[in-house]
T-cell receptor
Framework: NAGVTQTPKFQVLKTGQSMTLQCAQD?????MSWYRQDPGMGLRLIHY???????DQGEVPNGYNVSRSTTEDFPLRLLSAAPSQTSVYFC??????????FGPGTRLTVT | GNSVTQMEGPVTLSEEAFLTINCTYT??????LFWYVQYPGEGLQLLLK?????DKGSNKGFEATYRKETTSFHLEKGSVQVSDSAVYFC???????????FGAGTRLFVKA
């Protein structure tokens, strides 16, 4: 049981490049979400999904897209990277107990 | 709307000291309440939870009691260790919902 996995662990992008952060869970959880964590700040919700085919925006969705074609996978796409998107990104999933399981994070730097 | 407020850090303690990190919340109904811990370079992990009033969550020597009358869920530990140094997040989820509201986090440093 791997839990929540994220790839890559580290990524450096140039301004304007696009990329996809991968997230997968093997716990059959309905709910998945993406957060960003900036230095000295808490977690900010980017996008979330309550099941396959259903996604919605969180508090900081601009510049990011998501899709949920399967229960297991919830990729986050950066459309045109900007230095303001330099951050640590966490994916999380949650089942009926409502407790969140987090991945190890992706540390993204945009130059 | 729902919100979680926790004490600002950093909190610096000596080993074996008593720890309290305050957390209060605003929510309708009876949310589920959580404490998560984040060790350096890692994702958050669940420390303990409580799902109804007067419930006490406990794990690894940490405890928190769901107080509906004061809308609080303070985290306590009787004797901290250096290995407890981390960032602690208080959080809530509304009944029937999945979205979790997190506090800003409190960084704890424990000195040997």
């Amino acid at each position: 049981n791997a839990g929540v996995t994220q790839t890559p662990k580290f990524q450096v992008l140039k301004t304007g490049q696009s990329m996809t952060l991968q997230c997968a869970q093997d716990m059959n959880h309905e709910y998945m979400s993406w957060y960003r964590q900036d230095p000295g700040m808490g977690l900010r919700l980017i996008h979330y999904s309550v099941g396959a085919g259903i996604t919605d925006q969180g508090e900081v969705p601009n510049g990011y897209n998501v899709s949920r074609s399967t229960t297991e996978d919830f990729p986050l796409r950066l459309l045109s990277a900007a230095p303001s998107q330099t951050s640590v990104y966490f994916c999380a999933s949650s089942g009926q107990a409502r407790e969140q399981y987090f991945g190890p994070g992706t540390r993204l730097t945009v130059t | 709307g729902n919100s979680v407020t926790q004490m600002e850090g950093p909190v610096t303690l000596s080993e074996e000291a008593f720890l309290t990190i305050n957390c209060t919340y605003t929510a309708t109904g009876y949310p589920s309440l959580f404490w998560y811990v984040q060790y350096p370079g890692e994702g958050l992990q669940l420390l303990l939870k409580a799902t109804k009033a007067d419930d006490k969550g406990s794990n690894k020597g940490f405890e928190a009691t769901y107080r509906k009358e004061t809308t609080s869920f303070h985290l306590e530990k009787g004797s901290v260790q250096v290995s407890d140094s981390a960032v602690y997040f208080c959080a809530l989820t509304n009944p029937g919902g999945f979205k979790t509201i997190f506090g800003a986090g409190t960084r704890l440093f424990v000195k040997a």
